[in-house]
């Protein structure tokens, strides 16, 4: 029970605090662009993981434990099909060398374009699921194959041209190759291009419509509640920055995760097609997805380790 409090202001509240982080991010502690260093990255992912699970207990103080479950269910999901995303984005700025004291800055006006795509596509995405309740199945199924794909594609060598993306927008924008400070547009011969970190933005906001095709679904099929799926992918995506620095890091280390993601979209696809004969309880849906999780991250470490120990011992 939301207490009485009407929805219109949950949403303003929930929004200014979110303005309010943004600023506080960006006008306090990421004023100046700068490299931003491992122990920065892994303190901001523990600040925005410990507000997301703190925004757990309002969910339930507002709402109940049912729809605290399914805010986490839905916040694990988003985080970890993230992942992926941040890889490819790591793809993007390695082919366009973007220095890393400008990624900082590129990655926050992509976020904050991605959080207004991602209210527009809830909003739209809730408004069709209650009307036609048919496409619970389709985008099930459209889960489901793009799981397989996933797995089918884990092995795959990173694109060195950073992604379809990256090659399309070089191919229909003007651009140079050339950085020039921390300008996204200067002219050039007589004419306005395109600097790398233009494009480098760009091909960022592309690389997560087409990723929030695939996590906006998932999360449906945890909740229909449009608050819940909105702040689930609010906290999540906040936390992208801090994590994409510590992945840029620890990329080589998660080899199996993407067999994870892969079984994850499988579950929730699976879960959404079944949802009419059979009922799964939010919090098994929750343990499941972070087992599924833990055991992607654990199989990597101990293969990791493994293979270091035999090089060690071979040396």
Known sequence: MNLGIPDAWLWIGFLAFVVAMLALDLGVFHRNAHAVTRREALTWSAVWAALAVAFAGVVWWLFGAVRAQEYLTGW????????????VILMIFTALRIPAGDQHRVLFIGIVSALVLRAAMIVGGAALLARFHWLLYVLGAFLLVTGVRLW???????????????????????STPRLHGHRFLVREAGRWVATPLLLALCAVELTDVAFAVDSIPAIFAVTSD????????????????????????????????????????????????????????AALSLAVIVAILAVAIGWSMLERRGVGGKEAVGG
Not at 76 to 87: A, G, P, Q, R, T
Not at 232 to 260: E, K, P, Q
């Open 76 to 87: 694990v999901i988003e985080k970890s099909l993230s992942v992926d995303n941040l890889f």
């Open 152 to 174: 089918r594609h884990r092995r795959d060598a990173p694109d060195a041209e950073g992604g379809a993306a990256t090659r399309w927008l070089r191919r229909v924008l003007p």
């Open 226 to 281: 449009p608050f819940i799926v909105f702040t689930s992918n609010v906290f999540a995506i906040l936390g992208l920055r801090s994590l994409y620095f510590v992945l840029a890091d620890l990329a080589d280390r998660f080899r199996h995760l993407r067999t994870g993601l892969a079984a994850v979209l499988v579950y929730v696809g699976a879960k959404m097609m079944a949802a009419p004969w059979v009922k799964i309880p």
